[in-house]
């Protein structure tokens, strides 16, 4: 017999309050909470991994079916693919109610709170953070493993997948299609610590991307290959951005428009070797001018909303000291744009994902040429 202590957020109404205490109680039942967890460990079980899965639809995508119950469909064959035997992942059914009480709505809004609750309720000791972006042609898939004890990002992975044409027919589209659809996809990927531990290696935070001429789920994108390429290189410990977005969000800062203060609050969280500020900007290859535009006799530029896969991009990496704001380093790569017919005049699919772990690897390759001194 053991006493589980709730926490309860400041200011949470006594209804929802409620509802934490009822889903702890059905925890207790269950055996799901850390003790429980302790006695499945005892007997063989997997310690368990919580998957979180948020999906963003881009362009005019109307699917015809609740997006509640793709989303719970995405996540069982997500859970297959991380656990074939079906055990040891846990998802809506056990940690929604934790997410409704810490406000986690979106893959930004992941916070030590949470972290601290599916530790204290369920005994898990991995998060999988994956968000699906849903396109009329392809689907793609951010997902990053989370160690709820250090916060730290293990693994990041980015995959992506295309979808048969008419896929979205009324007439042929259900469940089963859309199973089959993200089935095709890997949420999971191996550790690229190469053992070491979570203290080890330098910390770097990496600040949230908003991206120019892109669609804002770029921004999420490059930030997500910068991840992966960091942590590839095998020589950063870096504090999964979420958590650091909602540290400063906790006190007031934008993340977007870090000042000083906002730097001294990162500094007494983290005690970062650097802050890497990434940018992305996309040119379009056929330049347009804006409506009722002055002619000042410039050159047109980009001012297109939206740029494609196949436009120039510009991604850059500022290096900055946490106490005195100091750019210490920037790196950047400029990808030319690719051509869209390929051989025998066929139009060639370029996959924006691919593009952007080129322009990561090759950034991270230019900070370790200069030695990996942030």
């Known amino acids: 017999m053991f006493r589980r202590i709730v926490r309860i957020p400041r200011g949470v109404s006594g209804a929802v309050a409620a509802v934490v205490l009822a889903a702890t109680a059905v ?4 055996g799901e909470g850390a003790a429980g967890a302790e006695a499945l460990a005892g007997q063989g079980h997997t310690t368990p991994t919580a998957l979180m899965v948020f999906i963003d639809y881009e362009g ?15 996540a069982n064959v997500l859970a297959a693919s991380l656990s074939p035997d079906g055990e040891g992942v846990l998802t809506y059914p056990e940690i929604e109610p934790s997410m409704r009480v810490w406000g986690v709505r979106t893959a930004a809004d992941l916070s030590n709170d949470l972290l601290h609750a599916l530790g204290s309720e369920y005994g898990v000791e991995t998060v999988v953070l994956s968000r699906l972006v849903v396109f009329s042609d392809r689907l793609l898939l951010l997902s990053r ?10 693994w990041a992975t980015i995959d992506e997948a295309a ?10 589209f259900d469940l089963e299609r859309w199973r089959g659809a993200v089935a095709k996809l890997e949420p999971h990927g191996k550790s690229t610590r190469n053992g070491q531990s ?22 999420e994108l490059a930030n997500h290959a910068l991840l992966h390429a960091l942590l590839s290189s095998q020589r950063f410990r870096i504090p999964d951005p979420s958590l650091v977005r909602n540290v400063l969000r906790a006190k007031g800062h934008d993340p977007s428009m870090l000042d000083m ?16 500020v990434p940018d992305l900007l996309a040119f379009d290859s056929e330049p347009v001018s804006a409506p009722n535009a002055v002619d000042l006799g410039i050159e047109p530029v980009d001012l297109s909303p939206i740029s494609s896969a196949r436009s120039p991009l510009y991604f850059q990496v500022l290096a900055v000291d946490c106490a005195s704001g100091q750019v210490r380093s920037a790196d950047a790569v400029y990808l030319e744009p ?16 691919k593009r952007f772990e080129e322009a990561a690897a090759e950034i991270v390759e230019q900070m370790q040429k200069r030695g990996g001194n942030l």
Do not use: C, K
């Open 60 to 74: 005019a995508v109307r699917p015809g079916i609740s997006p509640t119950d793709l989303r719970v469909q995405a």
């Open 145 to 154: 493993g989370i160690d709820r004890m250090s916060g730290t990002v293990a």
């Open 198 to 219: 979570a203290g080890e290696g330098a910390t770097v935070l990496v600040l949230p991307l908003r991206p120019v001429g892109l669609s804002p789920h770029s921004g």
């Open 261 to 276: 203060n906002g730097r001294s609050e990162l500094l007494t969280w983290y005690e970062p070797s650097a802050l890497l």
């Open 338 to 353: 690719d051509d869209a017919v390929g051989l025998f005049g066929l139009t060639r699919h370029v996959p924006l994902a």
């Open 163 to 172: 979808l048969g044409e008419g896929f979205w027919n009324p007439e042929h």
């Open 27 to 30: 925890a207790t039942a269950r």
